[in-house]
């Protein structure tokens, strides 16, 4: 048993790291020097920082999921559910620094912040470990929201 929780922990936190992989080696080279030129908000931190949160906020995530799966029987609707979340998490970085889209990657932002909630919902009543893990997640996401929607306004 603890040997099955230890492999769909390692294989739980392989998925979600996907993302940002992912994310990142689509946008390495279409970031710059587009990024640098936009008007951004004096609510925009600095660069060095989303790093550190991201990587911070995707632990959570896995562990989330992860305490969530085990707590629920293994249910794979939820499983389904957190990859399509992963999935739309990964295109926003996709959208806004490949494609360019302000507009679309809010439209993006905001779906994943509506998979939040529901993933939130859902481990509310059966983790409350998932549950609580979630949340710094979803502050951050709609803090995201905030720094998209000045970027739409001000460029």
């Not at 099955?4 to 790291?17: E, G, H, I, Q």
């Not at 302000?102 to 939130?120: D, M």
Request: proline residues 4%; charged residues 10%.
């Amino acid at each position: 048993m603890l040997k099955n929780k230890f492999v769909s922990f390692v294989l739980f936190v392989a998925v979600t790291f996907s993302a940002p992989f992912v994310g990142r080696f689509a946008t390495i080279s279409s970031k710059e020097p587009w990024y640098s030129s936009l008007n951004k908000s004096f609510l925009t931190p600095p660069d060095w920082i989303f790093a550190p949160v991201w990587t911070t906020l995707y632990l959570f995530m896995a562990i989330a999921i992860w305490h969530a799966w085990h707590k629920n029987k293994k249910n794979f609707n939820l499983v389904f559910i957190y990859i399509i979340h992963l999935f739309f998490n990964t295109t926003w970085s996709i959208v806004f620094f490949v494609y360019h889209s302000i507009s679309v990657a809010l439209i993006n932002l905001i779906i994943v912040i509506l998979f939040i909630i529901y993933l939130i919902l859902k481990y509310k009543d059966l983790s409350k470990l998932s549950f609580y893990l979630m949340i710094p997640y979803l502050l951050w996401s709609c803090y995201a929201l905030i720094l998209n929607l000045t970027l739409l306004i001000l460029n």
